[in-house]
């Protein structure tokens, strides 16, 4: 056995934070990214050169079986973030959502088995609550599945508590509230909202506007993360990660139109309005279980995430990629 970490998911946007969160918690990092023609590591390739040079990059798919254990070879800590994440787009591909979210987290949890890791933290959603039915939302609150993204993240979890349940291996499912932060693609709501003020847009189009969500910043989330792996007391556990505060979409377009400076109409644009029965229209966390587990507190605030995120979006480098004109899926 290795004392390699294992990261897949690493060249997105929870895992690149995450990625630089290990590196600096002093640990040897393999970090898995989707393979492509381009040799692209996705948010990996803008991470400061000290820690971009402490990663092992590794390029593969968790769909395929033989690569996951190959990869994870010598490794005993093994993080797996990688998903399909679109719940619009979800709605046009379930299979890729099926094959990606159940079939990758199957592989991964088959790897680790074989490979005898010491710690597996499968990543899940705050969307497998569906539309809160008793505030804050515990670990024990119903699943439903009011999306194919969220039918597939359930599907996952069961198979990664089956795991623990079957063979012993020592699992926990994490389960972030909506996180945010710098290097979040379009497809959210917050880079959605700063991309259009800070594009000059004079309507500012989105989906409804009524729904509450509980907001964490990347980092703390990252820092739950950590934090799980490191508490033998997670192992076969659900936890989630929240701030036990929720704000409505209409509310934070509000805050953010104030920290940018820029003033647009919102206008509710039908092709973002997710069908009546698949909105979730109330997710407020509890997080008194992983303070429990590990003592984790939140350290930033939302007014201080939100600005911090604007900060990062002023750069024109850093958004130069986003179509802030389109509907990103």
Same mark, same amino acid.
């Given at each position: 056995?290795?004392?390699?970490?294992?990261?897949?998911?690493?060249?997105?946007?929870?895992?690149?934070?995450?990625?630089?969160?290990?590196?600096?918690?002093?640990?040897?990092?393999?970090?898995?990214?989707? %393979?492509?023609?381009?040799?692209?590591?996705?948010?990996?390739?803008?991470?400061?050169?000290?820690?971009?040079?402490?990663?092992?990059?590794?390029?593969?798919?968790?769909?395929?079986?033989?690569?996951?254990?190959?990869?994870?070879?010598?490794?005993?800590?093994?993080?797996?973030?990688?998903?399909?994440?679109?719940?619009?787009?979800?709605?046009?591909?379930?299979?890729?959502?099926?094959?990606?979210?159940?079939?990758?987290?199957?592989?991964?949890?088959?790897?680790?088995?074989?490979?005898?890791?010491?710690?597996?933290?499968?990543?899940?959603?705050?969307?497998?609550?569906?539309?809160?039915?008793?505030?804050?939302?515990?670990?024990?609150?119903?699943?439903?599945?009011?999306?194919?993204?969220?039918?597939?993240?359930?599907?996952?979890?069961?198979?990664?508590?089956?795991?623990?349940?079957?063979?012993?291996?020592?699992?926990?499912?994490?389960?972030?509230?909506?996180? %945010?932060?710098?290097?979040?693609?379009?497809?959210?709501?917050?880079?959605?909202?700063?991309?259009?003020?800070?594009?000059?847009?004079?309507?500012?189009?989105?989906?409804?506007?009524?729904?509450?969500?509980?907001?964490?910043?990347?980092?703390?989330?990252?820092?739950?993360?950590?934090?799980?792996?490191?508490?033998?007391?997670?192992?076969?556990?659900?936890?989630?990660?929240?701030?036990?505060?929720?704000?409505?979409?209409?509310?934070?377009?509000?805050?953010?139109?104030?920290?940018?400076?820029?003033?647009?109409?919102?206008?509710?644009?039908?092709?973002?309005?997710?069908?009546?029965?698949?909105?979730?229209?109330?997710?407020?966390?509890?997080?008194?279980?992983?303070?429990?587990?590990?003592?984790?507190?939140?350290?930033?605030?939302?007014?201080?995430?939100?600005?911090?995120?604007?900060?990062?979006?002023?750069?024109?480098?850093?958004?130069?990629?986003?179509?802030?004109?389109?509907?990103?899926?």
């Amino acid at each position: 056995m290795g004392d390699l970490t294992f990261i897949t998911g690493a060249g997105g946007f929870i895992g690149s934070h995450l990625a630089e969160a290990l590196v600096r918690s002093g640990r040897r990092v393999r970090a898995l990214v989707r %393979y492509n023609s381009m040799g692209s590591w996705g948010w990996l390739d803008t991470l400061p050169p000290d820690v971009k040079d402490s990663l092992e990059v590794v390029a593969g798919d968790v769909r395929d079986p033989n690569g996951m254990r190959v990869a994870m070879a010598g490794c005993n800590e093994v993080f797996h973030l990688a998903a399909l994440i679109g719940i619009p787009y979800s709605y046009h591909a379930p299979d890729s959502y099926v094959d990606t979210n159940v079939k990758g987290t199957l592989n991964v949890l088959q790897a680790a088995r074989d490979a005898g890791v010491q710690r597996v933290l499968v990543t899940s959603t705050s969307e497998v609550y569906g539309t809160a039915r008793q505030v804050p939302i515990t670990e024990e609150h119903p699943r439903q599945g009011q999306s194919p993204y969220s039918a597939t993240k359930i599907g996952a979890d069961h198979l990664a508590l089956s795991f623990h349940l079957s063979f012993g291996t020592p699992v926990t499912v994490v389960r972030p509230f909506n996180t %945010y932060g710098p290097r979040q693609s379009a497809r959210a709501v917050i880079p959605t909202i700063i991309t259009q003020l800070l594009g000059g847009a004079s309507e500012l189009r989105l989906g409804s506007v009524h729904p509450t969500r509980d907001l964490v910043f990347v980092e703390d989330t990252a820092r739950a993360f950590i934090a799980l792996a490191e508490s033998a007391s997670s192992v076969g556990e659900e936890v989630n990660i929240a701030t036990q505060q929720e704000v409505s979409v209409a509310d934070l377009a509000e805050q953010l139109m104030q920290i940018t400076g820029r003033r647009a109409r919102i206008v509710t644009a039908d092709d973002r309005v997710r069908p009546d029965k698949s909105e979730v229209e109330r997710l407020l966390g509890s997080a008194a279980k992983l303070q429990r587990l590990t003592g984790w507190e939140p350290s930033v605030t939302l007014n201080e995430g939100l600005q911090r995120t604007v900060e990062w979006f002023r750069d024109p480098a850093n958004r130069s990629g986003y179509k802030w004109q389109l509907y990103n899926v």
